[in-house]
């Protein structure tokens, strides 16, 4: 599938949404210029972005290839990682598709484009003040409904904990396992599929406090509310990876792995949670600091 977008610019997208049947791909209102290169060396070029005064959503139907919505609207919705891709019929007849795209996302773009985005880190390092300046991330979800051809954006002000760097038991996993579903309507591609009630994330502002307290949190999206988190001290967090029991039966059976810092001891390491509890089952030790990471992927043996 191909889509035209304006030209002059190239719209700026981090990631996209994936599900059993579709694929969601959000242009940011923000758009690469290509013509003025010398500003994106200068000041990098996030920071040299152009901004337009739209969100563009397009859902492309992955079993024909064709685009099965194309809507531009006038919220203004900024993000890096998406979450999670559900597919729900609204009705029994198989009339009436919804594919929503679940997002960690900024109702404005300081986060990306701004003075005191994250990657500023020469402006990180000057002060706390600083630092305490970093936006803060919401859940958002874009519901797309393919026969009505409407994009509702509803953002999630019940949880206040920003966050970064999400996954579920099903990212980056593949085949049945990527998929959540539930016992709905079997047309048009078989059950429906869900959001995956927990979401596991780096937080930062940590319970309400300064930016650089972080911690790994679980989140419950049926509930709305933090279920447990892990946090110490001068221990910094990176995004974790999911390793699912083979044996399990509930969705958060299974553990995390997450690279962690520990700054008291000027370390990094590993760090294996239950990913029901949140309690640590063990940790591994490197004997050296490492940068933080992000962006890995349990491989199980084959």
Request: glycine share 8%; charged share 25%.
């Amino acid at each position: 599938a191909s889509f035209p977008f304006e030209g002059g610019t190239t719209p700026y997208m981090h990631s996209f949404g994936l599900s059993r049947n579709h694929a969601v791909i959000v242009l940011q209102p923000l758009r690469i210029n290509t013509a003025n290169l010398g500003q994106s060396v200068e000041v990098g070029f996030l920071r040299a972005m152009d901004h337009v005064d739209y969100t563009r959503i397009v859902v492309v139907d992955l079993n024909s290839g064709d685009i099965a919505l194309d809507k531009s609207i006038d919220e203004k919705v900024y993000f890096y990682h998406t979450v999670s891709t559900a597919e729900i019929m609204n009705d029994g007849n198989g009339d009436d598709l919804e594919v929503s795209l679940r997002l960690c996302a900024y109702e404005t773009s300081d986060m990306i484009t701004g003075e005191h985005q994250f990657m500023r880190l020469e402006q990180a390092r000057q002060s706390k003040e600083l630092r305490n300046k970093i936006s803060k991330s919401k859940f958002c979800d874009l519901r797309c409904n393919l026969s009505k051809q409407t994009v509702n954006v509803e953002w999630n002000n019940e949880i206040q904990q920003p966050f970064e760097l999400p996954i579920t038991r099903y990212s980056r996993s593949y085949g049945e396992d990527a998929y959540p579903t539930t016992g709905g309507s079997k047309e048009k591609g078989g059950q429906d599929q869900l959001h995956p009630r927990y979401v596991y994330a780096f937080g930062y502002y940590a319970h309400g406090g300064e930016y650089e307290n972080w911690g790994l949190f679980k989140f419950d999206m049926e509930e709305n509310k933090i279920v447990d988190c892990y946090i110490e001290d001068s221990v910094y967090i990176s995004e974790p990876a999911f390793v699912a029991d083979p044996e399990g039966t509930s969705e958060d059976d299974g553990v995390l792995l997450t690279h962690a810092y520990f700054g008291r001891e000027r370390q990094t390491k590993l760090l294996v949670l239950d990913a029901k509890t949140m309690k640590v089952l063990a940790e591994a030790p490197t004997g050296h600091r490492a940068p933080l990471d992000f962006h890995g992927a349990w491989i199980p043996a084959l």
